[in-house]
Every structure is written in structure tokens, then in C-alpha cells.
């Protein structure tokens, strides 16, 4: 069995098709409503400064107010992100499995943003609140993609069942 994710980005929709050995499954269409930006939407941002007083960085995603990134948002395998970022940007990496990808070390829970980022310098982000009034939209590297029955976290060992399954046998089924 082939499976195969097909998305096609417009300037007003996005289309995803999912194809099983050729055919297609399932398409949903989602319409831009004049929101640019909502929770979960991940993007690859520049890092236009780091602020060391906050312990932040302030990140250009494209909307009229830079998005604010704070440390503990980070991820304790940002150095790993950054590196398989920089290789498949590069076209260094062909396989995009984690399995065989040499981790770094784990930042320092408790480190500083300048020590970590550094101005344009390019990261994989993750919209966890949407802009309002004045501010820009508050991110994270930590990308979660969430699905039906599980929650995937890139650069984390950490297997995560979805709160909607109650059953203990189901859960321990699912892991």
C-alpha cells in the first residue's frame, strides 16, 4: 500500500489530496477568510533580533507585526532542527527519516537566546497564538502536528495519545 499527500497552495485556497496506490481518498479545500495567520500554521522564519532582557527573539513570518518567540519555547532539540533544516535546505539530506539523523545536544533549559539564535538567521516555527491588537503572533520550534489519535512531535522520543481516547487497553494499543 503507496500513500502519498498532495498539497497544492494558492493565493486564496489550499487543496490537499490524499492518493492510496494512485487513487485518491480524500481532497479538502480550505478557503482563505482574510486570517493570515491561525494557530498550528507552520512556517520557516528569519530571526530579525534576539533580545536578550526578554530572553526572546523577535521573528519576521511576513505579517505587519514580528512574532515573538521567548526561549522556553525553543525545545530542548533546537540544535537538531536547525541542522536537519540547514541540510535538507541545502539539499544535503535525501532521507528525510529521523531514524538514521545524528542528534546534537539538548539546549540548556535555563540558557540564553543570543546563545542559541542569531539575527536572519532562518527557523522552523509553529504559530501557538494568533496575533491581536498590537502584537504579532506568539510561536514556537516545538512543532506538534496532531492527528486522529496521536500527537507528533519531531526531535522528541515522546509518544503522545490523543485526550479523546478514554479506554486505558485502546491507549496502550495505540503506543
Not at 485518491?24 to 534576539?50: N, S, T, W
Not at 522552523?124 to 497564538?129: A, E, G, N, R, S
Request: glycine share 6%; hydrophobic share 40%.
Amino acid at each position: 500500500m503507496n500513500k502519498e499527500l498532495i498539497i497544492r497552495s494558492g493565493s486564496d485556497a489550499v487543496d490537499f489530496a490524499l492518493l492510496k496506490d494512485g487513487k485518491l481518498i480524500e481532497l479538502h479545500k480550505e478557503e482563505e477568510k482574510g486570517a493570515k495567520f491561525q494557530v498550528g500554521d507552520i512556517f520557516i522564519a528569519k530571526i530579525r533580533k534576539p533580545v536578550p532582557g526578554l530572553n526572546a527573539a523577535f521573528v519576521n513570518l511576513g505579517y505587519e507585526k514580528d512574532a515573538f518567540l521567548h526561549y522556553h519555547d525553543l525545545g530542548p532539540n533546537l540544535a537538531s532542527l536547525l541542522k536537519f533544516i540547514k541540510l535538507v535546505s541545502a539539499g544535503k539530506l535525501k532521507d528525510y527519516s529521523l531514524k538514521n539523523f545524528p542528534f546534537e545536544a539538548e539546549i540548556d533549559k535555563d540558557g540564553a537566546i543570543a546563545d542559541v539564535l542569531s539575527a536572519n538567521q532562518s527557523v522552523l516555527v509553529q504559530i501557538v497564538k494568533e496575533p491581536i491588537s498590537t502584537k504579532g503572533p506568539r510561536i514556537s520550534s516545538e512543532i506538534s502536528l496532531a492527528g486522529r489519535y496521536v500527537v507528533l512531535v519531531p526531535f522528541s522520543d515522546r509518544v503522545s495519545v490523543s485526550q479523546k481516547i478514554t479506554s486505558k487497553e485502546e491507549k496502550s494499543s495505540r503506543t
